[in-house]
């Protein structure tokens, strides 16, 4: 009999990253291969077309002088300006930047935006600096990328360890980078600001509420209630909060979360609020939460629910623990969580994976939507937004499934195949220059 115990599991979970390029690419080659995508067009969409590694010094409170390495990738703007965010983890280097670049663009082709793909950050562990480093850091590290950015150029936004704040302190920068008349039309440089800095209203909600429509608009497909469906969540910062935050609301029932310190679980269900509430006081991390069971960490993708959100980090479903999972949906709210042999095994076992490009790309249609704002000096209500991001994401959710059902292919490869065939349209129209 589970009792509740004192120990806490206080050891950070290691998180691979190594081969996510292999990942992407292997999706790549299988969405491209379905559709007979030209050859000529593949070479274009297997590469990346910059790569920007800087390295610059910053001074620390002690007085010291600490130098950190930073990356963005810009994988293709066939659509449109680079977009996509910026994570603060030790993990980031090239390879991780190359894929999850990749994945933007195929993000934001599918969502049918104007927009191509980038990403970035720096390798830094975020807890081990203060406030008043972390926004010397971000300063120095937008001054570094200040020719390689802007608002019709490249666009970043949150990701990983990086939030409003964080955007906040890049706009100033940046803007304070350019001569005087233009700085007040360079503040959509980047998304994801505070609402009282050009933010937009909804945005922080933008990517889990994207997670919980997918998750919602599959039960409508199936016919099936989401009232006392059981969900288990892999990270708890913004986008899984949300996500379980409107589940929670619809009658879900979450009854695992895991986060980078330990595991928690509770068959009858875990409050979705009085856990954000916990965690907030204890250092953003759900361990030690007395209403739950601790889980040990390997089981946590074994525990006894329907739907599965993983939205922490990539590689977290591999070939080691995917023949343990019991869901019957994967809805994937972060990028690239789900390796292509762990892929191989869920669709064997027939669980439906609601891939990452399409299930998290609420954020991106949010940035879209505060982009714009920006551009055109409007500012949009709460509820304008909310209704905006349910009719975009609702769209894109309708075309990869009527897709997959049509072409008899995974979920997945019909986004890509969606994704690949716009931009291919476009280079078709265009040509290549010279």
């Given at each position: ?21 292999d990942?992407?690419?292997e ?11 030209h ?8 590469i ?11 001074k620390?409170?002690n ?7 930073g ?6 703007n066939?659509l449109?300006?680079?977009?996509g ?29 104007p ?28 001054f ?7 608002p ?8 990983v ?19 005087p ?28 509420y ?19 469906k059981?969900?288990?969540?892999q990270?708890?910062?913004?986008v899984g909060?949300w ?10 029932k ?7 310190f ?38 946590f ?44 095994i ?36 709460l ?6 991001l349910?009719?975009?994401l609702?769209?894109s ?38």
């Amino acid at each position: 009999m589970e009792t509740l115990t004192k120990e806490r599991n206080k050891k950070s979970k290691k998180i691979p990253v190594r081969g996510m390029m292999d990942n992407v690419m292997e999706q790549f080659e299988s969405a491209a291969n379905h559709i007979k995508l030209h050859p000529n067009i593949k070479k274009i969409l297997s590469i990346t077309n910059n790569e920007i590694i800087v390295n610059f010094p910053v001074k620390m409170d002690n007085g010291e002088v600490e130098i950190f390495t930073g990356y963005r990738v810009q994988h293709n703007n066939a659509l449109g300006p680079y977009k996509g965010g910026l994570r603060y983890h030790p993990t980031v280097d090239i390879d991780a930047a190359r894929a999850l670049a990749m994945w933007m663009t195929w993000k934001t082709s599918l969502a049918g935006l104007p927009y191509g793909g980038g990403k970035g950050g720096i390798k830094l562990d975020p807890s081990k600096y203060s406030q008043g480093e972390l926004e010397r850091i971000t300063r120095r590290f937008t001054f570094a990328l200040a020719d390689n950015i802007g608002p019709e150029h490249d666009i970043p936004a949150p990701d990983v360890n990086t939030n409003s704040q964080t955007m906040a302190w890049m706009a100033d920068t940046y803007m304070s980078t350019r001569p005087p008349a233009e700085r007040t039309a360079n503040q959509h440089v980047v998304t994801g600001k505070p609402a009282g800095s050009g933010g937009l209203e909804g945005r922080d909600r933008a990517t889990g509420y994207g997670v919980y429509l997918s998750i919602k608009f599959w039960a409508e497909k199936n016919n099936e209630s989401l009232i006392d469906k059981r969900f288990i969540v892999q990270g708890f910062g913004n986008v899984g909060y949300w996500a379980a935050h409107f589940l929670e609301k619809d009658g879900a029932k979450m009854v695992a979360v895991q986060d980078a310190f330990g595991s928690i679980r509770k068959a009858e269900g875990i409050n979705v609020e009085n856990l954000l509430s916990y965690s907030k006081t204890n250092k953003d991390s759900v361990v030690g939460y007395p209403e739950a069971f601790d889980l040990d960490n390997e089981k946590f993708f074994a525990t006894e629910c329907d739907i599965c959100i993983p939205a922490a980090l990539g590689n977290q479903i591999t070939k080691d623990n995917a023949p343990v999972i019991k869901a019957t949906l994967i809805a994937e709210g972060a990028n690239g969580p789900t390796n292509v042999e762990g892929e191989k095994i869920l669709l064997e076992k027939g669980i439906t994976i609601i891939p990452d490009i399409l299930c998290n790309s609420g954020g991106v249609v949010g940035s879209y939507f505060e982009w714009l704002q920006n551009r055109n000096g409007e500012l949009w209500q709460l509820d304008e937004v909310m209704a905006k991001l349910h009719k975009k994401l609702k769209e894109s959710f309708e075309k990869v499934y009527e897709y997959a059902k049509c072409e008899s292919i995974d979920m997945r490869t019909a986004a890509y195949c969606i994704a690949i065939e716009r931009i291919e349209k476009a280079y078709v129209q265009r040509g290549i220059f010279p």
